[in-house]
């Protein structure tokens, strides 16, 4: 059953993406998992379909930044352990390599990229708070591809594992809601006042009936993962009336986008 607005915690993708989307947190989580610097950060999305070609499927990440350096970071929060993780990563990682590929431009232009994995479970099956994979050479096991792209994978059960105190605190707290670092405080501070902004509520009440709609008409993979084929023509007339809704109340595109799955050529159009 679909939490209510005030159950809400950082482990839920729709308070996770908002939590992120002040820089700071988002930044310092980012330093924290790759224990390395990173330059000033620009958000390319949260939660919008990145589409992969007009005939293609279209993928929804939960939040996708850029550094200075032009290093892309993938962040999904993951809940249920679904047992697909290593192929959703690949598939996630195709998807943003040609999203990010101008029609015409030669692959030497992609640049380093990250996908990062924030899960309740240990996915692996390791015991390790943290996984970071890349393509190394399998007849000696040191020489590195040098293909620009990293995989990680967190494993917030393995929290009592972590060498990093900082990344100890923020896996206990992403496990068992407990905040005992500066980190894991300044997160729960936000997220008590994301509680008390109306329209934040609104959102979320809104993007909920939705989904469950969704769910009932057969088209849940649409609204979780991206829109395919496009929508049933009931569920279509459903989602046009939402973007109206919405757009009425004053959300953004890219926020219609994400509650209905709709284009942006969709959204606009609405009057």
């Not at 839920?12 to 992120?20: N, R």
């Not at 015409?104 to 015991?127: E, Q, R």
């Not at 040191?142 to 990293?150: N, S, Y």
């Amino acid at each position: 059953m679909k939490k209510s607005f005030d159950e809400l915690t950082i482990a839920d993708d729709f308070m996770f993406c908002k939590v992120m989307q002040d820089e700071g947190i988002c930044k310092e989580f980012l330093e924290m998992v790759l224990a390395d610097k990173i330059g000033k950060i620009t958000y390319l999305s949260s939660q919008d379909a990145v589409f992969t070609g007009s005939e293609s499927k279209s993928v929804r990440l939960d939040l996708l930044v850029k550094d200075e350096a032009g290093k892309s970071y993938d962040i999904e929060m993951q809940v249920a352990n679904e047992h697909n993780i290593p192929k959703r990563m690949r598939y996630y990682q195709a998807a943003i390599d040609i999203a990010f590929l101008d029609k015409g431009t030669h692959y030497k232009a992609l640049n380093d990229s990250y996908i990062i994995f924030v899960c309740l479970f240990d996915a692996i099956g390791k015991g390790k708070p943290l996984y970071t994979f890349e393509n190394i050479c399998l007849e000696d096991r040191q020489t590195p591809l040098r293909d620009g792209t990293k995989k990680v994978i967190i494993n917030a059960e393995a929290f009592g594992k972590a060498e990093d105190a900082e990344l100890k605190g923020f896996l206990e707290y992403l496990k068992t809601g407990a905040a005992h670092t500066d980190f894991t405080g300044r997160i729960e501070t936000m997220i008590q006042a994301v509680k008390h902004n109306e329209q934040a509520r609104k959102e979320y009440r809104f993007m909920s009936g939705f989904e469950m709609d969704a769910r009932e008409e057969g088209i849940q993979q649409g609204i979780r993962q991206g829109l395919e084929q496009g929508f049933a023509d009931g569920s279509y007339q459903k989602a046009l009336e939402t973007a109206r809704i919405l757009k009425q109340l004053g959300d953004s595109v890219k926020k219609i986008m994400q509650a209905t799955g709709l284009s942006r050529e969709e959204v606009e159009s609405i009057s």
